[in-house]
């Protein structure tokens, strides 16, 4: 079993700032990348970020210069600090990682539950 949980979403005014963590807990054998993605009401869900296991990074065109993804290896946890954000970043932000439950199983993704972020305008 493996579990992504994700915390640090909120209400914050245009502008402001928040940091996102998800964490990886089960039996994981090695992670390759992991990301952060995003759906808006009424809109599909988009890549935000990713970062490879040896921290090469990948952003929206939408999210450069305000957005950064970092990873704590030894916690196989992931972040995303938003900065400046607008009301359009609005969105149900998901955690994705993709990982190896044992040495004999191939690689696959897995989700976590999402933590609304709101930016008030």
């Known amino acids: 079993q493996v579990q992504l949980v994700e915390s640090g979403g909120g209400l914050v005014q245009a502008g402001g700032s928040l940091r996102l963590s998800c964490a990886a807990s089960?039996?994981?054998?090695?992670?390759?990348?992991m990301g952060w993605y995003r759906r808006a009401p009424g809109n599909p869900r988009e890549l935000v970020a990713t970062?490879?296991?040896?921290?090469?990074?990948n952003y929206a065109d939408s999210v450069k210069g305000r957005f950064a993804i970092s990873r704590d290896n030894a916690k196989n946890t992931v972040y995303l600090q938003m900065n400046s954000l607008k009301p359009e970043d609005t969105a149900v932000y998901y955690c994705?990682?993709?990982?190896?439950?044992?040495?004999?199983?191939?690689?696959?993704?897995?989700w976590g539950q999402g933590t609304q972020v709101t930016v008030s305008s």
């Open positions: 994705n990682a993709d990982l190896r439950r044992s040495i004999a199983t191939i690689s696959r993704a897995y």
């Open positions: 089960g039996s994981i054998f090695r992670i390759n990348s």
């Open positions: 970062i490879t296991s040896g921290n090469s990074t």
